[in-house]
């Protein structure tokens, strides 16, 4: 089955850090690009970070710039969003999303993880 | 920063009826680089359009999309009631993209 699972949301207080993992399967990882967006409750979307197909280009909102870092395994079909100096206003479910091969637009999307930063 | 600003906010409308939105840019946008997606309560996002008019694999011939300038447009030609649900417009800017605020279609 083609799919993205995310993992590693949990409650953690202002200035903590947490590591979300997404899982991917039925696809072959590493031809396509991903990103993370995420959503605070009852809000829209936020693209939150990008990485091209091998991991060596990445980009980032100006709201988590220096303090996220998106990461990825080819080998294990796995992406990872390392987050740093954690704040309340970076509440919010996270979706890791996949690139479409040769197109711009994000054609899969994983059923998301909850982070709440609060004391 | 690209700001795409979305509207009307709420589009009030029943079914069969037919639903136009808008995502209108900041700054110059390639129409290759324009997505639109639909989130329906509880759900992940689901891709609508892609590069400003072509369908996404499995989405119905009754949405569609268009660009002039810096606008882009979407139109629902005949709302069913599965369509009923917030539309947001995205954008791919160097190694940024941006959203915009969402348009919730509603059921009049």
């Known amino acids: 089955e083609v799919q993205l699972v995310e993992s590693g949301g949990r409650v953690v207080r202002p200035g903590g850090s947490l590591r979300l993992s997404c899982a991917a399967s039925?696809?072959?990882?590493?031809?396509?690009?991903m990103s993370w967006v995420r959503q605070a409750p009852g809000k829209g979307l936020e693209w939150v970070s990008g990485?091209?197909?091998?991991?060596?280009?990445?980009g980032y909102a100006d709201s988590v710039k220096g303090r996220f870092t998106m990461s990825r395994d080819n080998a294990t079909n796995s992406l990872y969003l390392q987050m740093n100096s954690l704040r309340v206003e970076d509440t919010a479910l996270y979706y890791c999303?996949?690139?479409?091969?040769?197109?711009?637009?994000?054609?899969?999307w994983g059923q998301g993880t909850t982070v709440t930063v609060s004391s | 920063e690209i700001v795409l600003t979305q509207s009307p906010g709420t589009l009030s409308l029943s079914p069969g009826e037919r639903a136009t939105l808008s995502c209108r840019a900041s700054?110059?946008?390639?129409?290759?680089?324009l997505a639109w997606y639909q989130q329906k309560p509880g759900q992940a996002p689901r891709l609508l359009i892609y590069?400003?008019?072509s369908r996404a694999t499995g989405i119905p011939a009754r949405f569609s999309g268009s660009a002039s300038g810096t606008e882009f447009t979407l139109t629902v030609s005949k709302l069913e009631p599965e369509d009923f649900a917030v539309y947001y417009c995205?954008?791919?800017?160097?190694?940024?993209?941006?959203f915009g605020q969402g348009t919730k279609v509603e059921i009049k």
């Open positions: 995205q954008q791919y800017g160097s190694s940024r993209r941006t």
């Open positions: 590069g400003a008019s």
């Open positions: 990485i091209n197909w091998n991991g060596d280009n990445t």
């Open positions: 039925g696809f072959t990882f590493r031809h396509h690009g």
């Open positions: 999303a996949r690139e479409m091969f040769d197109h711009y637009g994000m054609d899969l």
């Open positions: 700054q110059s946008v390639s129409s290759t680089s």
